[in-house]
């Protein structure tokens, strides 16, 4: 028996409203994540300069030949010899999501090159987002997809690898 005019428009009614209330549940799911963001994301920013600070203090003692990481800047910077990691993390809005981690490798403050220009910066940009269950912050960006702690141990991986790229001869 064929469908009468009748069920085809109540199923299109009932069609249209579970579009509608799939709008609405996925907009709030949108608020949900945006305050999570925006409420997380300088707490973390904090943390992982904390996890910085405490993974220098873990390695100095143990590197041996290189020199040692110093906490420059209140901790937004660290650096190794004539070399230097300096974060930046910009959140404009307070009650939106919008944020901007940047990561730069180059040459310390007051660092003397002879002959030579200072070596080329290197930078990374990220952003705060809520992981996939919502309970933490994860930066995305440039380097993909990091926790903080993950995050803290490349940024003095690197700034060890950009100071033996460029420390003086």
């Known amino acids: 028996m064929s469908e009468s005019l009748a069920d085809r428009l109540k199923r299109l009614s009932e069609q249209q409203t579970r579009e509608q209330n799939a709008e609405v549940e996925t907009k709030k799911f949108r608020e949900r994540v945006n305050a999570f963001i925006s409420d997380q994301s300088r707490p973390e920013y904090d943390k992982l300069l904390a996890l910085i600070r405490s993974r220098v203090d873990e390695v100095n003692p143990q590197i041996g030949d290189l020199p040692a990481f110093q906490v420059i800047q209140n901790g937004a910077a660290i650096q190794q010899g004539n070399a230097a990691a300096y ?69 003095i991986e690197q700034l060890t690898r950009y100071y033996l790229q460029h420390k003086p001869h």
Request: overall charge negative; some cysteine; proline content about 9%.
């Open 87 to 155: 974060m930046n993390f910009d959140k404009p809005y307070l009650n939106l999501p919008n944020n901007a981690l940047l990561i730069s490798f180059g040459s310390c403050p007051g660092a003397m090159y002879s002959f030579d220009q200072p070596p080329e910066p290197e930078r990374y940009r990220l952003q705060a987002a809520g992981s996939d269950s919502l309970d933490r912050i994860i930066w995305v960006g440039d380097l993909g997809e990091l926790t903080s702690e993950k995050l803290a141990d490349f940024v």
